[in-house]
């Protein structure tokens, strides 16, 4: 049986259903992907390091656009990373729909972050809104039904728009004629259907956006740069912890129902994986984003890791291989005492970029077993001379790049950056980075 | 009394609540089972610096001491309410741009229970709204929190703005986030860096030590 994630993987590079702009283009495309497809499938004595860095407002911040421009107008925002990408000349792009599109969010006054434009200053990045959004004797319906919970509970708490989503019925009564009045009335009742119409009309802006956005998205694939994701995923626990229940909450519910926690996040994980591997589906780009919180060092123990964290993880990731995608982890914060569970995990499938883990123990640990990269922290791109970042990345080459199954990148999801310290950055990337 | 902090320290929050209940109806003073709410607290911090106590921890003891603290209340003196001793006072916020606060609170709260008194101003902090609180009550410690990297430059602003008013020497400054390190620490101008609480809060003892 031909297997699912080489064969994806192989189609993406070859830029099956690209469009270029002339043959220079199609082939700096094929090289680009082509340095990823080598370090995700450990092939030894690869060409050079790929370098890629994921950012959030930071081409806004270089380009001098304000950034509430950018999250309210498309077209900025489009060009304001294309240009990102051509002048730093990363070997993959970053998608632009990250950033959001603040129309959208007015029109459901989103409440799960504040951005600019929304109570933030103009040139501020958008930020998340931590709160208890799922109470605590929620986690029966979250279990028992997640898409039930997530559309009347969830986005009923987290857009002002839409509370009255909290009154819909249920459909099981659609199965007989005379069961399906109480959904049917439910979705007649007037503050329902305003809330319906708030919907319909922040998703035509959405769609609006997007349309916007795509030929900025095709240029920057036309002129040979292939994205670096495909889609997005979370870890069940993240999930919880992050979003429905807050932090502190989650972190006290691991003593006070510890079987909850365990199901709900074994409840979530068909869907993590069905939310990453749909977008990189479409996307025809089978690299799923996956950015790791709670589960660092330092959160919980290794005991705690092991059993409240560690399996969903590890089964998002499965599953998501099983879809034919390649599960990309961003671990943030560091793992240094998780890397050996990490090696459980087949062999030459998964990539994991690292925050302030010890590299060279990355390197050593996860050698045969997965792509690693980044490593490199952002503080010495903000504070530190051009010289600096060159020598310091020379120095984590030496230590994580080793013969192949390495990406070179800056530790975090970049909301600002310095013109002179990045392009040292890429340009040791790509001279020192060779094999 | 030594079962009251196992119970604390074994994290059986429904045990440690019916003990204080328990020891508090038979008439045990109030003043001696706070006591014993502290070593709890010591010994979770020991294990926390052993790597063997983590944030789920930290959190859950923060919540005993509290519920546990609501228990005692009605039976203390009067004086002692008020009466409390701390070894120092910190000025805490978030700095101007960024408004995590989870980081700042639990440290806030280890503070606290470390016996600081904290004046939690926030999050989002406007630079100048730091200095005027720190003009208006010299405290012994600021501590300055941020998730993102662009809480760097006000942090930064506000050391110097300290500097100009003569009030930098007598205010020690810790920084902390997810994204600090001693690059950060010294770009800032801040006396130390942590990041995460406990580290923070022995910097602080540290310093009110020497």
Known sequence: ?435 | MQELINAMVEMEEDRFLDLTKELLASGEDPNAIFRAYQEGMAEIGRRFEQNEFFIPELIMAGEMMNDGAELIKPYLDEDAKTVTKTIGSMVLATIEGDIHDIGKNIYGMMMELSGFEIIDLGVDVPVNTIISKIEEIKPDLLGMSGLLTLAFDPMKEVVEKLKEKGLRDSTKILVGGGQFDQTVCNFVGADGFATDAIVGVNICKDWMKA
Not at chain 1, 118 to 128: I, K, S, V
Not at chain 1, 136 to 160: C, N, W
Request: glycine share 8%; with cysteine.
């Open chain 1, 1 to 435: 049986m031909e297997d699912k994630q080489s064969k994806f993987l192989e189609d993406w590079a070859s830029a099956k259903n690209v469009e270029f702009d002339n043959d220079a283009a199609k082939e700096a495309y094929l090289y680009r992907a082509n340095l990823f497809k080598d370090a995700i499938e450990l092939k030894k004595t690869p060409d050079r390091v790929p370098i890629y860095s994921i950012v959030t407002f930071a081409p806004m911040y270089v380009l001098n656009v304000k950034h509430k421009d950018a999250m309210y107008d498309a077209n900025v925002l489009g060009k304001t990373y294309y240009d990102f990408t051509v002048k730093y000349d990363l070997d993959a792009a970053n998608t632009p729909v990250l950033c959001s599109h603040g129309p959208t969010l007015d029109a459901l006054k989103y409440l799960l972050y504040k951005w600019p434009g929304d109570g933030l200053p103009d040139n501020t990045a958008y930020q998340f809104v931590e709160k208890e959004y799922m109470k605590v004797e929620e986690y029966d319906h979250l279990i028992q039904d997640p898409t039930d919970f997530m559309l009347k509970v969830f986005m009923s708490r987290i857009a002002g728009n839409l509370k009255p989503f909290s009154k819909i019925g249920t459909f099981y009564g659609l199965h007989e004629i005379g069961l399906s009045n109480s959904l049917l009335i439910s979705l007649g009742a007037p503050d329902v259907q305003e809330a319906f119409m708030a919907l319909l009309e922040a998703s035509r802006l959405h769609f609006d956006w997007i349309n916007k956005l795509v030929p900025h998205i095709l240029k920057t694939m036309s002129s040979g740069y292939p994205f670096g994701s495909g889609g997005a995923a979370k870890v069940p626990f993240d999930f919880l912890g992050d979003s429905l229940r807050g932090t502190t909450q989650l972190m006290m519910d691991m003593y006070r129902r510890p079987e909850k926690v365990l199901e709900a996040c074994e409840r979530l994980v068909p869907h993590m994986v069905k939310m990453g591997a749909a977008d990189a589906h479409a996307n025809g780009n089978p690299l799923v984003f996956i950015p790791l919180h709670k589960g660092a060092d330092g959160f919980m123990s290794s005991a705690q890791f092991e059993k409240f964290y560690w399996p969903n993880m590890k089964a998002v990731m499965l599953g998501l291989i099983d879809e034919g995608c390649v599960p990309v982890c961003f671990v943030e914060g560091s793992y240094n005492e998780r890397l050996d569970y990490l090696t459980d995990l087949p062999k030459g499938k998964c990539v994991f970029y690292f925050d302030k883990t010890d590299m060279s123990m990355a390197r050593k640990k996860l050698n045969d077993i997965a792509c690693i990269g980044w490593g490199f922290p952002v503080s010495k791109i903000l504070t530190g001379t051009p010289e600096l970042v060159a020598d310091s990345t020379k120095k984590l080459l030496d230590e994580a790049a080793g013969d192949g199954g390495y990406i070179l990148g800056i530790g975090c999801s970049m909301d600002e950056a310095k013109d002179e310290t990045l392009k040292a950055f890429v340009k040791t990337g790509r001279d020192y980075g060779r094999y």
